[in-house]
């Protein structure tokens, strides 16, 4: 298999042992063309240390850019990681609080569950409103905020953006229009469609 080929093969996240496994070769081979693949920007690597280490694996060479909302939410989810489907590149300040407003654009149920994580991170709550005002999707946030504080550990949302005024049309975080978390979804008029299964697997 020549590399172009492995490259098609293996395009995506994987670990070490993925690619081993995928290629039959054994890890230090493995290991090797991940070297091999790196110097010539066919590979990214996320994670380390505590976190188990993810390759990104592409068919095109990886320009060096600023994190985008996939590197930032696959870097708060240690447990759950995100296959980018398109190259989401940003310019300037970008954080948790512009990946969370990003995230909920995409309506993706998986992405969005991701996201969660994100409120653990959340320093400035101001921009964050003010970004989630500009895209209408304030009652979206605050209902997520109140779904991943159930769960996981969270940062305090301060009092003053907890009991807003909302629209009193119901709004959808997906396609789903299922309402699990049936206290928060009335308050905010969210459809919720992660239930406490769905949570399990990004805690």
Request: glycine fraction near 4%; aromatic fraction near 10%.
């Amino acid at each position: 298999m020549n590399q172009e080929e492995q490259l098609k093969v293996l395009e995506g996240l994987h670990t070490l042992e993925t690619i081993a496994e995928t290629l039959k070769i054994t890890k230090q081979a493995a290991l090797n063309l991940l070297t091999k693949l790196k110097k010539q920007q066919y590979v990214t690597v996320q994670g380390g240390g505590r976190t188990k280490r993810l390759y990104k694996i592409t068919q095109y060479k990886q320009l060096p850019r600023d994190e985008g909302m996939f590197d930032i939410i696959n870097k708060y989810s240690p447990n759950f990681k995100i296959n980018p489907w398109y190259d989401h590149q940003v310019h300037g300040i970008y954080g948790p609080e512009e990946a969370l407003i990003d995230a909920l654009q995409t309506n993706s149920f998986r992405l969005i569950l991701a996201s969660l994580r994100l409120f653990n991170h959340i320093k400035n709550w101001q921009k964050l409103y003010k970004l989630a005002k500009q895209d209408h999707c304030w009652q979206k946030v605050a209902a997520l905020y109140d779904v991943a504080r159930l769960f996981l550990k969270v940062r305090t949302m301060p009092k003053k953006y907890s009991n807003l005024k909302i629209e009193k049309r119901w709004v959808q975080l997906t396609q789903l229009k299922k309402i699990n978390f049936p206290d928060i979804a009335q308050k905010w008029k969210v459809y919720i469609p992660f239930n406490k299964n769905d949570i399990k697997e990004i805690q």
